[in-house]
């Protein structure tokens, strides 16, 4: 960089650093929300958690923002920005474009009638009136296409919708690696329904003292490698994980007496989060790098440690007997091969969040051929209950007896998230792909697991997605960690494999 | 309000309510931070607290501020306004003047050094080495004194620093309440000192388990009217209270297994806080009228709560036999006739936080008069042990071994807190005069107290100070409830009265 290109960048980074600490206090603000604030001040909190985002919103779109964006885009400036410059640029630019285009009135109807649409659809689900629903939907839809008509269209309308949440991702891709999954799933799962040999699953019905539940979390957890000197674990009623910087990623658990298996396997979900989090290079703090490439990854991480780490066989030949002895009563008479197909038993259910690691990505493909159908293919709002039932009945062989277990059940639409699903999804095919590759490069990666040595698979993975942060996209880490472009076989292969065997077919 | 103000008016309370919003959630970062925050963490916080601290003391001495200043100060608009309204744009202007008039390359430099001296203070203590803080102690009172002379010095020198802890308190007033004070407590220590009658304190000296403590010390919060609602208890190394706003108060407690008063007196103390600011009228939220009006007045509900009401005779009558039943193996044998004088022991000792209610007010007197020297007579700070030491030979007939134990002990004026430490005693002073008044207001209080019917304290004390906030000034305060001038002769009365009792004198 030339003198002038420094003393520039160095103001720019100070903008960008502001803004990454306005981050940083309103994320706070929510942990606290969820975590134990007390109920009488949450009105005035949430007045102050408006205030703060209306305040840091205004830098995000300053024109002293668009002055360094314009600045730093220059060929000549560009070309002496090294990389990880060029991407903090980018970032800037793309959250400065998303929201400059669109006029402030239409953001400020969009925050109104979103927060309201979620109250009327509260009220739908509980009454099982997709018809109350409707009009309000409809409304979001129509905006969100507005504003897909601002930031322009990538490929087709609802590509743009998608690369919200996963950067470059497009449907043509999607149709690809998710007509491939949903073909080799579908069989699968009705082969598994057929199958009479089903696990025994009473004896998770017992009562499971909510404090050994948190020992054993606790030790999950440190052995995973989640630093406790950068985190803390609180409770809230829905689990989840915060990076507030690198040093400082929360995460938080819900106990259930009558389910051990729930705050045990939403640690291991949290808890791959946090790892991610707590790897970022330090170089990247105070940028908007400093946090996961995307929705996707981030959720990869997740399962990786939930479901392929956390469900696998290895795991619980190393950790079952742990188990046992925080819960001797209730699992002495209880064999780890029991325990082991327990745990991963498959039923066709109707609610995505209550579905199992197979059966959950057929709930997601559902939804996202239905929003690609909204976006791109004209499919209006009150027919979306007939097509939601048809698809349950193709892909999972059952049918909702009513909207409220059907097209009502998610949040997400309400709050105008369309794009959203799809992430929950490739975070499985991501994270089968990556243990794909994790297993040629440490080949004692089986024994690893069964001896508890976990670290080594931290230590990997920081070196390989980690540290990069947002410095590279989803595609680039795929990339570069797996030697390939998404691949749903990997997924594919990994669940056959697995099921079969479980369910002996 | 004619329609030109109105509106002025209410662009004027958004600016102030933003202001107040970045004070909520510095606060909460602040009292994370003292709680339970990752250390790895602590680095990048401090800077957020820094960035969002700049960026609201921008708005603070903003021209914007200043036009709406000089516009509501204006004779003709000023009549237009209601007394709350007045007193908003006073406190805005307060700190818009002290701020502005002082060169912003000033501030920084103070709070450079600021935070340097208090490294240095730290090591010198340590180290017992007042030379090596001397040279930057005088800086300190240099740089005070030049920016008394920005902010105009009000009466003498040292008034200007008074008003910052405790507006329109004088030196003259102060030299004369500290004074007859000191006349009569001086005298009253000497013949505690010379007593043979006292208390027993021995049995103090046991493990007093935690889990029982923590019981106690909420079961007692919720007795005084804490509301749990709006507020919560945790742990940090120094107890405080803090208010992010009325709904949401909190305070922390610290349990020591080896001193069962500590954390329980301690409770008092923080509840007595956090109940004022609970009860400010929620008509004053997002003005900076939201909280208490002066240190010295919010001292004295934590202190009349703490030590009034804490360690009187009548409240033990009724918490007593709760505290044995905590414990019943170390206090079982021990009658509350004992117990009552052990928590109201005077010991003469070096330490100010270590002192008790009596001996308290002597450590504070000293204090004033040495910084009083400093700032109006012309007292060197190189002379500052020697000076300590003679008032302490003098008030208190002991005299500090060394500076660690003397003029070194405290951290107020290594952080350039001058001024500060007279509220403690003048909360003192508010809270035996409060209290007289009372007692006559409510014929029955004793009877209350020895019942365990707190409420009606705090709804009187609602009444006529917590839902004030900061609409009206301590002087105010104090007339309006007692109908007179501060007088020390009430804490003297207080104390002559309950340890004459005590030491049987
Ligand atoms: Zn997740
Ligand atoms: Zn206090």
Redesign the interface.
């Known amino acids: 960089m030339n003198n002038d290109v420094k003393a520039k960048w160095e103001a720019f980074t100070e903008l960008v650093?502001?803004i990454t600490?306005?981050n940083?206090?309103?994320s706070?603000?929510h942990w606290?929300l969820r975590t134990?604030?007390?109920?009488?001040?949450?009105?005035?909190?949430s007045?102050?958690i408006g205030?703060?985002s209306a305040?840091q919103f205004k830098l995000r779109v300053s024109d002293e923002m668009g002055e360094y964006i314009d600045y730093f885009t220059r060929p000549e400036v560009d070309g002496q920005l090294d990389d990880t410059a060029r991407r903090i640029v980018k970032e800037c630019k793309k959250d400065y474009d998303e929201n400059k285009r669109i006029p402030a009135k239409k953001i400020e109807e969009f925050s109104v009638l979103s927060a309201h649409t979620q109250t009327i659809w509260e009220e739908a689900k509980a009454n099982n009136d997709f018809a109350s629903f409707e009009p309000n939907l409809v409304k979001i839809v129509d905006l969100l296409k507005e504003f897909i008509g601002y930031w322009g269209v990538k490929g087709t309308t609802y590509d743009t919708l998608l690369d919200k949440y996963e950067p470059e991702l497009t449907v043509a891709k999607l149709d690809e690696v998710f007509g491939r999954l949903r073909e080799r799933l579908v069989p699968l799962v009705a082969a598994i329904q057929a199958s009479p040999n089903k696990p025994d699953t009473t004896f998770l019905d017992q009562i499971f003292e909510q404090e050994q539940q948190e020992k054993m979390g606790l030790f999950i957890l440190g052995q995973m490698g989640y630093?406790?000197?950068?985190?803390?674990l609180d409770e809230s009623v829905h689990p989840f994980a915060i990076g507030?910087?690198?040093?400082?990623v929360?995460i938080t658990t819900h106990y259930l007496q009558d389910d051990v298996t729930s705050a045990l396997f939403s640690s291991l979900h949290e808890g791959g989060h946090a790892l991610y989090e707590q790897n970022i290079s330090k170089d990247l703090?105070?940028t908007p790098l400093a946090t996961g490439t995307s929705m996707g990854i981030h959720e990869s991480q997740s399962r990786l440690w939930e479901n392929i780490i956390g469900r696998s066989r290895a795991f619980w030949e190393r950790y079952y007997p742990d188990l046992q002895k925080h819960f001797p009563q209730q699992l002495q008479d209880v064999s780890l091969d029991d325990f082991y197909r327990a745990v991963n038993r498959v039923e066709n259910s109707l609610i995505r969040i209550e579905s199992d690691e197979l059966t959950y990505n057929l709930h997601i493909i559902i939804r996202y051929e239905i929003e690609k159908m909204i976006f791109n293919e004209g499919l209006e709002v009150k027919d979306l209950p007939k097509v939601w039932n048809e698809k349950y009945r193709q892909y999972l062989g059952i049918t909702p007896p009513n909207d409220s277990l059907g097209v009502l059940q998610d949040v997400h639409w309400s709050g105008g998230d369309f794009g959203y699903f799809a992430s929950y999804s490739l975070g499985n095919m991501y994270a089968a792909q990556i243990m794909n590759t994790m297993k040629k490069e440490l080949p004692e990666l089986d024994q690893y697991i069964r001896e508890g040595n976990l670290i080594p698979i931290k230590e990997w993975l920081t070196e390989k997605i980690y540290r990069f942060g947002k410095s590279r996209t989803p595609a680039e880490i795929i990339m570069q960690v797996t030697g390939e472009e998404l691949n749903p076989d990997y997924l594919a292969d990994y669940l056959e494999e697995k099921y079969k065997e479980i369910y002996k077919l």
């Open positions: 650093r502001k600490a306005y940083e206090a309103i706070l603000m606290d134990g604030a007390p109920r009488k001040g949450v009105e005035l909190r007045g102050v205030t703060l305040e630093d406790f000197d950068a985190g803390r507030l910087n690198s040093g400082d929360r703090a105070g």
